[in-house]
Each structure stands twice: as structure tokens, then as C-alpha cells.
């Protein structure tokens, strides 16, 4: 094994999950990183040897673990962490850092909040499986992106799968039944001028008891879901197509070009046009490269 392989991820404008970069170090004894703060969720996987994370808590203390091989940490944005290897025994250790839309529920499922960053396995079978993945990406940084996307969905699967901090999953209700015939009415017509009465419709059940049920569960009104819906299709379609504003609204339900602009600026507090010019992926070059290296330590 190499000391240090890393690779940063290409950005393709991934939404629901991406990379942002990968990597390998076999440390040296007593090699540390931080005191310092990520952008995104930073994994790391001990395959040998040991050592200790000091992460920031939501009470604002510092928790300290010792960890060694077969456990793993993560790394939440924002969240103040050090970590060491040990002057004996360092650790030799794989990383993932990524995001996206989902990555939040995902890891929550697994069991994972800033006050609980330690990985333990419950399943040796799904952590080799987990490891394997990690190991797939990191060993083929020239794959194309999809495929180390894809390879992404199966690490996290095979995380939470052997994670042994994974919540159990409630037993189905009617209130659930309700939800998911609502998301899927929604995804299959959000094109169309749909209200909310037409999504109680569908789940047979009166409107004002469908939207307290909606927002008690999801945290915020239909409308506001379906907003959010609808802005997120069209933040995608910015991004992977040539079509213009107006044709973009109108994909996502909005048949007046001003009503689509308004309503995507009070999602993402811009216009269509400022978000995409600001999000667009642009030519970096070698000198930018390396100023994002020396930005990014999670390498050292």
C-alpha cells in the first residue's frame, strides 16, 4: 500500500449524492490533523493499527475517542474534530468525503449524529462489503464518474446495513401508506397544476387532515414540499440541459416564466439564470487546483 493515494472528485453536479474527494494513508506514528472544520461529511475507515478523535459535540465539548482497527469515524460539516494516529501502532486508514440531498437521511438511518460519530460493525459481512467499496473507489479514481457514483449508493448501503448504531425501522402504518401515496402522486404529476386537495384526493382522506399529517411528518406544509419538489427538478435541469428558463418552468408546472422565477428565488434566493451561472461547473486551472489542495488538508 502507498503512504497516501487521494483523488478529488471531478464535480459533475451530482445532487442527491456526490463525492467530493477519496482517499488512503498508511500515517505515520503520532501524524495528526486539526484542530478544523469540514464542508461536507468526511467517513474515515481504520483497516490497522489505532488511534484518537477529539470531536466538538452539540453541547459545544469536546468528546475524545480511542479507536482502532475495524471501527471508523465520522465527520459531520461544521463540526470541530482532531485526530492522531498512534506513536506506536499508527492506523492506516481509507476516507470518502461527500454530500447531497440524501446524505443527511442516510447517515441518520444508519444511527450517526454529531454525538455519535464512531462506526461499529454489526455484520462482518456487510463491513467487508462496506470496506470493499470504499477500497473500488479510492483504487479507481479513473472510472467514469457514474460509476464511482454508483459505488458511492453501494458503500452507504452496505454502511448502514452493518452499522451496528442503525435504527430500526418502524412497522408500516396508515399514516404512512398515506405519505407514500402522496410522493408518489407528487412525483409522477408535479408537472401538472396540482393542489393540494387533489393529492388528498388520491390518499381518500379529508384535505386539513391530510396537510396536518403531511407537515407533523415532514416538517413543513404540502405546498411548501411541492415548492421544493418542483424547485430541485429545475435546479437539475439548469444544470444537465441546454433548455431555457421559460421551458424549464413550465416542465415543472409553471406555465408563466415570472411566476417560475419568483417561486425558484424563494428557494434558493436568487434567479434561475444567477443560480446557474453561479453553480455551473467551470475550467480550473493547475494553479486553482492547488490552491483547493492546500485549502483541503484531509490529505495530509
Given amino acids: 500500500m502507498k503512504n497516501l493515494s487521494f483523488t478529488i472528485f471531478k464535480n459533475e453536479k451530482f445532487i442527491d449524492l456526490t463525492l467530493v474527494q477519496f482517499g488512503t494513508e498508511q500515517c505515520a506514528p503520532g501524524h495528526s490533523f486539526g484542530p478544523a472544520a469540514r464542508n461536507h461529511y468526511l467517513f474515515h475507515y481504520i483497516s490497522s493499527g489505532k488511534g484518537k478523535l477529539w470531536a466538538r459535540n452539540s453541547q459545544g465539548d469536546d468528546d475524545i475517542y480511542n479507536l482502532t482497527a475495524g471501527q471508523g469515524f465520522l465527520i459531520f460539516p461544521n463540526q470541530i474534530t482532531t485526530y492522531i494516529a498512534d506513536e506506536k501502532n499508527p492506523w492506516t486508514y481509507s476516507w470518502l468525503e461527500f454530500d447531497g440531498r440524501i446524505a443527511k437521511e442516510a447517515l441518520e438511518l444508519a444511527g450517526f449524529s454529531i454525538d455519535q460519530?464512531?462506526?461499529?460493525?454489526?455484520d462482518k459481512a456487510q463491513c467487508s462489503r462496506m470496506h470493499n467499496e470504499m477500497e473500488f473507489i479510492v483504487d479507481n479514481s479513473m472510472e467514469t464518474s457514474f460509476t464511482l457514483i454508483g459505488h458511492l449508493y453501494l458503500f452507504l448501503d452496505a454502511f448502514i446495513r452493518s452499522s451496528r448504531s442503525t435504527l430500526t425501522v418502524k412497522k408500516q402504518t396508515l399514516h404512512d401508506f398515506y405519505l407514500k401515496e402522496a410522493m408518489n402522486f407528487i412525483e409522477i404529476n408535479y408537472q401538472k397544476n396540482i393542489s393540494v386537495s387533489d393529492i388528498a384526493d388520491i390518499c381518500g382522506i379529508n384535505r386539513s387532515y391530510f396537510g396536518k399529517l403531511f407537515h407533523d411528518y415532514m416538517g413543513?406544509?404540502?405546498?411548501?414540499?411541492?415548492?421544493?419538489?418542483?424547485?430541485?427538478?429545475?435546479?437539475?435541469?439548469?444544470?444537465?440541459?441546454?433548455?431555457?428558463?421559460?421551458?424549464?418552468?413550465?416542465?415543472?408546472?409553471?406555465?408563466?416564466?415570472?411566476?417560475?422565477?419568483?417561486?425558484?428565488?424563494?428557494?434558493?434566493?436568487?434567479?434561475p439564470l444567477k443560480?446557474?451561472?453561479?453553480?455551473?461547473?467551470?475550467t480550473q486551472n493547475p494553479l486553482d487546483k492547488l490552491d483547493d489542495l492546500e485549502d483541503d488538508a484531509s490529505w495530509l
Avoid: C
Avoid at 117 to 122: I, L, M, W
Avoid at 235 to 241: T, Y
Avoid at 252 to 265: C, D, I, L, M, W
Fill in 117 to 122: 460519530p464512531v462506526y461499529n460493525s454489526r
Fill in 220 to 271: 413543513m406544509t404540502p405546498q411548501e414540499f411541492l415548492l421544493q419538489y418542483r424547485m430541485s427538478k429545475a435546479s437539475k435541469l439548469l444544470l444537465m440541459s441546454d433548455k431555457s428558463v421559460e421551458q424549464i418552468g413550465k416542465e415543472v408546472g409553471y406555465e408563466n416564466q415570472f411566476h417560475f422565477s419568483r417561486a425558484f428565488k424563494s428557494v434558493y434566493g436568487m434567479s
Fill in 275 to 282: 443560480w446557474l451561472k453561479q453553480n455551473q461547473t467551470e
